[in-house]
């Protein structure tokens, strides 16, 4: 029989356990039996010790030049690379995605990591002419100080690396708390910076429930700013707590649209709809969950749609040629399960929505992929984020209807129109209420050089992830006026 493995904190430089000794379990959804890990279940004592480490870190870290840095984010990136494949069957054990993906998400990250070290080097202040011929005036870019980061455990180790990557280039020192379901690809990412040498109290550590050390991690003083990616409304919370010097980043929930309109469009359709709702068992912020047709061809739509849909392979995301894992977690079953029940009220069910529990999946959360019909405008399924499999097709009349449909949403995450008319592509562009905008494409999926975030409730709309927008939110303005 293999021994459960221990995982520690990091803290100021030292692997260790939390002051109380507790640990929690991290289980595999694909089968419970299989216990990942014992994780660290800190309390606030363990936090406020990685927040201290961290502001006492603060000041060398920023004197050191952004080229040493650099240096350890390029380590950091190589040791994901060369680690990637065990990390990768870590993180499908962990949260239940297909291999490959997981895989590629260690290589998104080093990608992400490399990304940063090179950008943030030419990323500076401006000058500004001025009526005193002996006089200089220019602006410089400062890190902020300690910063937490605070994430989700559907992408564990590639939304971290977005935020601690252009947090640490810039000069900031950083508390890390990963979620508590998926906790070892985080930690596996810290394990890169330790290995690439980064110094102690620079990157902290920490496992523990939300309620244990999440007041800690975004209400201490020393805290200079949050970014956070999960719920809207644990995000609403923080942002809402947060105090006046503390800068929040919040990247939360979304209802995504897709938007086809023509007969010509239908296959396409159907495939994006399919690759962007049931890939990682939409589980995806940007993953599609309304589907806005114009009611001409919806029964085309549907009958294509559900004969795709039924003929996705669900499974252990370790078994090769799987389309769907499990559900991540038993509230995110509960949840499906739930509302694929409100579905069944409120609109035509066409396909999917069963538990499965026979022979493999006995022990895990699956759930087959599922597709409503005639959803009303203001069904809960229409208009509340499910976070797993379920597809609503909603009738529209015309482009302009699809648009006021697809704006008639509280969240703006991401959204798709599927079309050849060049015409349409650039309203749709112009008139879509979403921060990211796709064209004939998925609505997941997103670059790493490019601005990533939502409008309305989908984020706090301040500062964007990714890119050399990423950099922004990490760094604060001085101007300085030098005379002579
Ligand atoms: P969640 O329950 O909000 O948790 C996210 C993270 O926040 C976890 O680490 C959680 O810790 C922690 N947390 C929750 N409440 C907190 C509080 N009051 N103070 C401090 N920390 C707190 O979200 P989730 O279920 O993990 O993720 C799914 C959600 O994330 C969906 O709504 C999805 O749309 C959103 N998401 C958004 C993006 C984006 O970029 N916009 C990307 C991915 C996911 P514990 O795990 O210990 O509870």
Redesign the pocket.
């Known amino acids: 029989m293999t021994t459960v493995p221990t995982f520690l904190n990091y803290i100021d430089g030292e692997w260790c356990p939390s002051r109380s000794g507790a640990t929690f379990d991290n289980r595999n959804p694909a089968d419970t039996r299989d216990v990942i890990g014992h994780f660290q279940a800190s309390g606030e004592a363990d936090a406020q010790a990685a927040v201290r480490a961290a502001a006492t870190a603060f000041t060398a870290w920023k004197r050191l030049s952004t080229s040493a840095r650099a240096k350890i984010l390029l380590g950091a990136a190589a040791y994901l690379e060369s680690h990637a494949a065990r990390f990768g069957e870590e993180l499908t054990r962990e949260e239940g995605k297909q291999v490959a993906l997981a895989t590629d998400e260690f290589m998104r990250a080093a990608q992400t990591l490399r990304y940063y070290a090179v950008e943030a080097q030419s990323y500076g202040g401006e000058t500004f002419p001025n009526d005193d011929g002996d006089m200089t005036v220019y602006t410089v870019r400062e890190p902020l100080g300690v910063v937490t980061v605070?994430?989700?455990?559907?992408?564990p180790v590639s939304?971290p690396a977005r935020k601690i990557a252009p947090a640490l280039i810039c000069g900031n020192t950083v508390v890390f708390?990963?979620?508590?379901?998926a906790p070892l690809s985080g930690l596996r990412l810290t394990e890169a910076f330790v290995q690439a040498g980064i110094p102690r109290g620079v990157l902290n550590f920490v496992t523990?429930?939300?309620?244990a050390v999440?007041?800690t991690?975004?209400g201490a003083r020393e805290v200079r700013a949050i970014s956070?990616?999960?719920?809207?409304?644990?995000?609403e919370?923080?942002h809402r707590s947060a105090s006046l010097s503390t800068r929040t980043q919040m990247?939360?929930?979304?209802k995504n649209p897709l938007i086809v309109l023509d007969a010509k469009d239908i296959d396409r359709a159907v495939d994006l709809t399919v690759k962007g709702g049931f890939s990682l068992t939409g589980q995806?912020?940007?993953g599609t969950s309304r589907v806005l047709v114009a009611r001409e061809i919806r029964a085309a739509f549907v009958e294509r749609l559900a004969a795709k849909a039924s003929a996705l392979k669900i499974g252990n995301g370790l078994v090769p040629g799987m389309d769907l894992g499990p559900l991540a977690t038993a509230g995110q079953l509960r949840t499906v399960l739930e509302y694929i029940e409100i579905g069944k009220r409120e609109a035509t069910w066409v396909c999917g929505g069963q538990q499965l529990t026979h022979d493999a999946y006995a022990h895990g959360y699956f759930v087959t992929p599922a597709v409503f019909a005639d959803v009303p405008r203001d069904a809960r399924i229409a208009r509340e984020?499910i976070?797993g499999p379920v597809i609503a097709v909603i009738d529209v009349d015309d482009y302009d209807d699809a648009i006021a449909v697809a704006n008639d949403s509280d969240y703006g995450?991401a959204a798709s129109l599927v079309t050849q008319d060049a015409r349409l592509m650039h309203r749709f562009a112009n008139d879509i209420e979403a921060g990211t905008v796709k064209i004939n494409r998925t609505t997941t999926g997103n670059l790493v050089n490019a601005p990533?975030?939502?409008l309305k409730q989908?984020?706090t709309a301040t500062f964007r992830?990714s890119g050399r927008d990423g950099l922004e939110f990490y760094l604060q303005t001085k101007t300085v006026y030098r005379g002579v």
């Open positions: 605070i994430s989700p455990w559907n992408f939304i708390k990963p979620a508590s379901d523990g429930s939300a309620s999440g007041p991690l975004t956070f990616t999960g719920s809207t409304t644990a995000g919370q923080i990247e939360l929930g979304g995806a912020c940007t984020e976070f995450l990533f975030g939502g989908s984020s992830e």
